[in-house]
Structure formats: structure tokens, C-alpha cells
């Protein structure tokens, strides 16, 4: 089983940016789809972002298109999500999750293994 550790989550004012990254423990990582979820307070956890093992093909969600970008270094067992031009309604806690396939999936129920996550509070 993957175990992933989030971590650059932060306190940033809006228009501001943070780089959150995950680190993978097992080679399996290269081999998996992966993703970004986030939940803020009183609300479900939401899809944000997802990219193929491979890394060529990616999905956002349209609440971060244009401003989030979601990558991997799969040498690094590591995936990135770069965050630009940050709102207050960004502020939630991040977490990175892996599916068993290597395809595209964008609901949690495409992912098996997920991190503790990483706080990310934006303030205006």
C-alpha cells in the first residue's frame, strides 16, 4: 500500500501562491494515477485536481482551471500541485490521494490510498 505524506500547506494572503507537494514511500507511485482533494470546514471533500502515471493528461476542477497546475516527478516518487492567484474560499485542508490504475480518475472513489493532509489557509 502507498503511503503519502502532504506537505507546503501554509497561511498566504489572497493572490498569493503555495506549492504543495506529496511524497510516496513505494515505488507503486510511478505506477499510479494520481490526485488532489480538499475539504474545508462544514463541507464534503471535493476533487481538485488529477494526472495520469504517466503524467499526460490532467483534470481540474473548473473552480481552480487557470490558476492550479498538478504535476509529478515520478523518479522522485513525488507530485506536486502549484497553486497561483489563491482566494479566501481556497482555505481548506489538501490532500493528496493514488488509485491502483494508472488511468485518469476524478471522483474519490477512483483512489485507494490517501495522506493526513496539509492545511492551506488563505486570508484577504
Known amino acids: 500500500q502507498v503511503q503519502l505524506v502532504e506537505s507546503g500547506g501554509g497561511l498566504v494572503q489572497a493572490g498569493d501562491s503555495l506549492k504543495l507537494s506529496c511524497a510516496a514511500s513505494?515505488?507503486?507511485?510511478?505506477?499510479?494515477?494520481m490526485g488532489w482533494f480538499r475539504q474545508a470546514p462544514g463541507k464534503e471533500r471535493e476533487f481538485v485536481a488529477a494526472?495520469?502515471?504517466?503524467?499526460?493528461?490532467?483534470s481540474y476542477a473548473n473552480s481552480v482551471k487557470g490558476r492550479f497546475t498538478i504535476s509529478r516527478v515520478n523518479a522522485k516518487n513525488t507530485l506536486y500541485l502549484q497553486m497561483n492567484s489563491l482566494k479566501p474560499e481556497d482555505t481548506a485542508v489538501y490532500y493528496c490521494?493514488?488509485?491502483?490504475?494508472?488511468?485518469?480518475?476524478?471522483?474519490?472513489?477512483?483512489?485507494?490510498?490517501w495522506g493526513q493532509g496539509t492545511q492551506v489557509t488563505v486570508f484577504s
Open positions: 513505494e515505488r507503486t507511485f510511478s505506477g499510479a494515477a
Open positions: 494526472i495520469t502515471w504517466s503524467g499526460t493528461t490532467t
Open positions: 490521494a493514488a488509485a491502483r490504475g494508472s488511468g485518469l480518475r476524478t471522483t474519490e472513489q477512483g483512489f485507494s490510498s
